[in-house]
């Protein structure tokens, strides 16, 4: 999102507009994320994706439509063709895609540069989009409001009864991932309409902290980066926190384990993995971590270490509801044996995590 954002941002600033996909439903097995995104600009550069495949090519056309028009568009895509042949992919599921022209005004500058500022600063925020719906011949006026805990923070809606009610509803959803397409009704002139809007949560990317910067560290830093994470290594070795070791670390900490925690502000959105040197330095950072509201954390280690730093930590008074929580030892069991497989299988054990998945096979893909 925040690359989008970003490339959004530069369009409107030169003078340019902009065509935006968006999802606004979803249903059944698809090719695309809940919150997948397209920006197409007026010269055909691309950035962001809505699931690749036949459906990237058809919204792709639909946004170029959309740029030569002026004017937004819904179109849904059924992918429940059982022919092999099929020009569509056959997924098994629908989706509905909204495209909209994002003209650089004063409004919609304001919408995203305060979005991007709150990404940059670790806050959420809820931006909300009028959308065209088969009720309503064009988007109401005002097209979007982004909002935050607090309100709003720019832009605003044809009507202040629509930002109270959506602000209270973006409220709700400030802990969740997933967009919400929503419709109001409204009755202008004796008639009754709906208003669609849809709803969709800006959080900052997601914080990987590795405590231990040897030989797994870098592999994981690599792939935690690969995979969207904004990735803190931790070390108390200074070669072993070196920026030069982790170029795509966001940072690299010399610091005493126990110690780091007192600059470390770790919340719903943080997975801290503790690879360190040795049983030592792995129990203080799980002495430390294992209380704290983070997604998920990891340690790596034998089943016999868990166990002993367990009972060494309860007898220092942490909780076993605490310790609980902690995935040890780390990763999913792939059999992985070299420092590269044993990443794989912690990243792919934090993103099951974060997805909210169970371990198994991809059930949802396989249809018979």
């Known amino acids: 999102m925040e690359n989008l954002l970003k490339n959004m941002l530069l369009l409107l600033s030169r003078g340019e507009k902009a065509a935006l996909s968006s999802v606004i439903s979803r249903s059944g097995s698809v090719p695309a994320p809940a919150n997948s ?31 030569a028009s002026e004017r937004p568009s819904v179109k ?37 540069s305060t979005a991007l500022e709150a990404i940059r600063s670790s806050r959420t ?38 930002n109270r009610k959506l602000s209270e509803k973006a409220k709700e959803m400030f802990g969740q991932e997933d967009p919400l397409y929503l419709e109001l ?23 990987l902290v590795i405590f231990g910067g040897g030989h797994i560290g870098v592999p994981l830093c690599r792939l935690g980066a690969l995979c969207g994470f904004r990735v803190t290594v931790v070390d108390d070795r200074a070669e072993y926190a070196d920026p030069a070791r982790f170029p795509e670390a966001e940072r690299t900490l010399h610091s005493d384990f126990e110690k780091v925690f007192d600059s470390l502000e770790i919340g719903p959105r943080h997975y801290l993995v503790s690879v360190t040197r040795c049983h030592t330095t792995d129990r203080q950072v799980i002495g430390r971590a294992a209380g704290l509201p983070a997604a998920y954390i990891g340690m790596i280690g034998s089943r016999r270490k868990v166990k002993l730093i367990w009972e060494e930590l309860e007898r220092r008074g942490v909780e076993r509801a605490a310790l609980e929580r902690v995935h040890a030892p780390v990763g999913v069991e792939i059999g992985a044996e070299t420092p590269e ?15 909210d998945k169970k371990p198994g096979i991809n059930q949802g893909s396989i249809r018979l």
């Open 76 to 112: 849904s895509f059924d992918f429940q063709s059982d022919k092999l042949e099929s020009a569509v992919q056959i997924c098994g599921g629908k989706i509905t895609v909204y495209t909209e022209v994002i003209f650089p005004t004063a409004q919609e500058i304001a919408i995203y």
């Open 341 to 355: 497989e044993i990443a794989v299988s912690i990243l792919a054990q934090i993103i099951q995590t974060r997805r």
């Open 185 to 207: 009704a409204e009755k202008p002139a004796g008639c009754q309409h709906l208003a669609g809007f849809l709803i969709e949560l800006i959080h900052p990317a997601p914080a």
């Open 125 to 162: 925020a809820a931006l909300v989009t009028a959308v065209q719906t088969a009720y309503s011949e064009r988007p109401p006026s005002g097209p979007r409001v982004l909002l935050g805990r607090e309100g709003v923070l720019a832009g605003s809606l044809a009507r202040p009864e629509w």
């Open 37 to 67: 995104k397209l920006l197409v600009d007026s010269a055909g550069k691309i950035w962001g994706t809505v699931g690749g495949g036949a459906l990237e090519g058809e919204v792709q056309h639909q946004a170029r439509e959309a740029l």
